[in-house]
């Protein structure tokens, strides 16, 4: 089956500084890559996507990219606000709707 | 986008009594799924709730312990038989929602066995 990894685990950035997560995947079959963004107490939020035939795409001041030939594929957040810390998932999906989520990466925002 | 939502949010159960989970999806629903969070962890897919016949279950799952009914095409429950501390959880309600399928999440219902 899938096998989505994460890195990193945890994220300190300053208010203003750019992050990024990155995650890989192991089955070449996975066409869509989703990115969850999941709050204290609260169920994941999908923040953006990207199907395998893009290899980038950006809303605002997120984007995700995309290499399959690497099986590997990024969030990058740009200038960083107090409200972005929260849980990142990171999710690969091989068909069926089935999705594989990576392990998390807290990111926290200093003010 | 989708609302789902997920009835209890939260519940304090005894061990060995069994705990209903409700969710209702306001949209489109081509699938829906159950996923297990443990806190401070990832999501693990339970099973995909199939309408009129028997959810398909993920490996280490099982209907007897968690038996899923989805009677139309945008409600679903899943059911936590004879608890146990073990089975302390988030538990979390899915959907695809057409036009492109893209997967949302209900709130979660955090349960506590005793």
């Known amino acids: 089956g899938e096998n989505v990894e994460q890195h990193p685990s945890t994220l300190s950035v300053q208010e203003g500084d750019s992050a990024v997560i990155k995650c890989t995947y192991s089955?070449?079959?996975?066409?869509?890559f989703p990115w969850y963004k999941q709050e204290l107490g609260k169920g994941p939020q999908l923040i953006i996507d990207?199907?395998?035939?893009?290899g980038e795409k950006k809303d605002q001041r997120i984007a995700v990219t995309l290499n399959k030939t690497a099986k590997h594929f990024s969030l990058h957040i740009t200038e960083t606000q107090p409200e972005d810390s929260a849980v990142y998932f990171c999710?690969?999906?091989?068909?069926?709707?089935?999705?594989?989520f990576g392990t998390g990466t807290r990111l926290t925002v200093i003010p | 986008s989708a609302v789902i939502s997920q009835k209890p949010s939260r519940d304090i159960c005894q061990r060995g009594t069994s705990l209903t989970i409700q969710c209702q999806v306001d949209?489109?629903?081509?699938?829906m799924f159950w996923y297990r969070q443990q806190p401070g962890q990832s999501l693990t897919l339970i099973a995909t709730?199939?309408?009129?016949?028997?959810?398909?279950?993920e490996s280490g799952f099982v209907i007897d312990k968690f038996p899923i009914s989805r009677p139309n095409l945008t409600f679903s429950t899943l059911t936590v038989s004879n608890m146990s501390p073990e089975d302390s959880s988030i538990y979390l309600c899915?959907?695809?929602?057409?036009?492109?399928?893209?997967?949302?999440f209900g709130p979660g219902t955090r349960l506590t066995v005793l």
């Open positions: 899915s959907a695809s929602v057409r036009p492109n399928n893209e997967q949302f």
């Open positions: 089955d070449s079959a996975s066409n869509y």
């Open positions: 990207i199907r395998s035939n893009v």
């Open positions: 999710a690969a999906e091989t068909g069926a709707n089935n999705l594989f």
């Open positions: 949209s489109q629903v081509t699938m």
């Open positions: 709730a199939n309408q009129g016949s028997e959810a398909t279950y």
